[in-house]
């Protein structure tokens, strides 16, 4: 016999059942007792629970009771690959750090296999977190690639560019034609992209800045680069090129929609202008410019202004966290505290910088950054109901103000579930332990 009626309802992957949802769409900012229904990956309906299970059937779904559904948070600057540095110089200012430290120990220890290993490592931290991307900036960026796919991350790589020889390049034409080699390798990669990353403007020359850009705009990438991080950096600027480093940026060519600047800590007013005139991104990275005696980014000023400021943890070397719940939390504090204002920088604009604003940085916002029909399932699931973080009234302040990423239960990359309450779907605990075992040793006398 054949069914007369068959069920009205559709047949989907994914549906997961939150008692909240936090968009990040200021159309529905938040929503309660909701459902997302997913289907290859993409989030195809946003619906009540009720209407969800009349509608559809799932081959799995997932309950979550207590939690709030957000979008993946995106770290908009990382060196991931400095994750097995984590602890070896700290306390010391930037150039001290760098200089005495930990260039000595690239030079000597970062090769494919190290950049692999350490990588791994950072994934496993940043998707327990909640982070289901990150813009990063490293040598053998190739090897990046490998272990964030085999972790399932989605990452936009930086195409190192200096003028010093490293064990991974020689010039900065060197830099170049390594990094476009593995820019070729991964165009396939749906969770890979690409950036130029040049380091900064005291390890670039004027020279080289105009090649960036030229390629930047032939291949279409955007440009990634350390800038206004350090009062020292703009003395040195004044003194080499008689032009604080934006002016210097400005003159070359090199502001633009596509520039994601990292730190923009000592900004005048009217290079707060510039940044907004020509639509430039700010990656603020509050942890590691306060661990390394930075400053404060002007934030609050960076948005009244209308420029797009994301949030990045730096490396795991300068932090020492990978961990963007701490990095939502200060960016909130500090921007309240600078200012003298409690309104400044609320809850669901740290929210915004974590998520929406990061992925208009890097150019995906039509694709991740909030939860949306029609983007992709990149999600996390944090747990309110913890003991020691209730009661709690407001989702979204609570998420910001109390929260950390031990509350993060299910992180999803377009809707395939890479982490679960301590459980990795791609990475071994015990090869994780091996690459420690491995390499910490290396790394100890480097140790300040």
């Known amino acids: 016999m054949t069914n007369k009626n068959p069920p009205t309802t559709s047949s989907v992957d994914l549906i997961i059942e939150a008692r909240w949802i936090a968009t990040v769409n200021p159309q529905q900012p938040l929503l309660e007792q ?34 709030v559904l957000i979008p993946g948070l995106i770290n908009l600057h990382s060196h991931a690959a400095m994750n097995l540095m984590r602890g070896i110089a700290d306390d010391l200012p930037l150039m001290e750090w760098l200089n005495d430290h930990i260039w000595p120990a690239e030079q000597a220890l970062v090769s494919e296999r190290y950049v692999h290993d350490a990588t791994l490592l950072a994934c496993a931290e940043m998707l327990s977190g909640g982070i289901t991307c990150f813009n990063d900036m490293y040598f053998y960026p190739q090897a990046t690639a490998m272990a964030a796919s085999q972790a399932g991350m989605r990452a936009n790589l930086g195409l190192l560019v200096l003028e010093f020889p490293s064990a991974y390049a020689t010039d900065a034409d060197d830099y170049l034609q390594k990094g476009f080699a593995a820019h070729d390798s991964w165009r396939n990669n749906v969770l890979i992209s690409s950036s130029i990353a040049p380091h900064a403007p005291y390890t670039v020359s004027n020279q080289t800045f105009e090649t960036v850009i030229t390629y930047a705009e032939q291949l279409g990438l955007g440009i990634h680069i350390h800038l206004h991080e350090t009062r020292d950096e703009i003395a040195q600027s004044v003194s080499q090129y008689g032009v604080r480093p934006m002016q210097r940026m400005l003159q070359l060519g090199l502001l633009g929609p596509n520039l994601v600047a990292a730190h923009g800590v000592h900004l005048l007013p009217n290079e707060i202008e510039l940044l907004a005139e020509y639509g430039c991104h700010i990656a603020h990275c509050p942890n590691s410019n306060l661990k390394l005696a930075s400053g404060i980014a002007p934030v609050a000023q960076l948005l009244a202004k209308g420029v797009n400021v994301g949030l990045g943890t730096d490396g795991a070397a300068s932090n020492n966290r990978l961990d963007m719940f701490a990095e939502m939390r200060l960016s909130a504090l500090l921007a309240k505290g600078v200012s003298e204002n409690a309104s400044a920088v609320p809850a669901q604009q740290a929210l915004d910088m974590a998520t929406i604003n990061a992925a208009k940085a890097l150019g995906l916002e039509h694709q991740i950054g909030s939860i949306e029909v029609g983007k992709l399932a990149d999600l996390a699931a944090v747990r309110l109901d913890d003991v020691a973080i209730t009661p709690y009234y407001d989702p979204i302040a609570h998420l910001i103000y109390s929260c950390g990423r031990e509350h993060v239960t299910h992180t999803w990359v377009a809707g395939e579930l ?22 910490q040793p290396k790394l100890r006398q480097y140790k300040h």
């Open 418 to 439: 890479r982490y679960s309450n301590g459980v990795y779907a791609n990475l071994e605990p015990l090869e994780l332990k091996d690459i420690i075992n491995i390499w």
């Open 34 to 67: 909701y459902a997302l229904v997913i289907q290859a990956g993409i989030i195809i309906a946003i619906l009540p629970i009720a209407e969800a299970r009349q509608q559809y059937l799932a081959n799995s779904t997932i309950c979550l009771d207590e939690h």
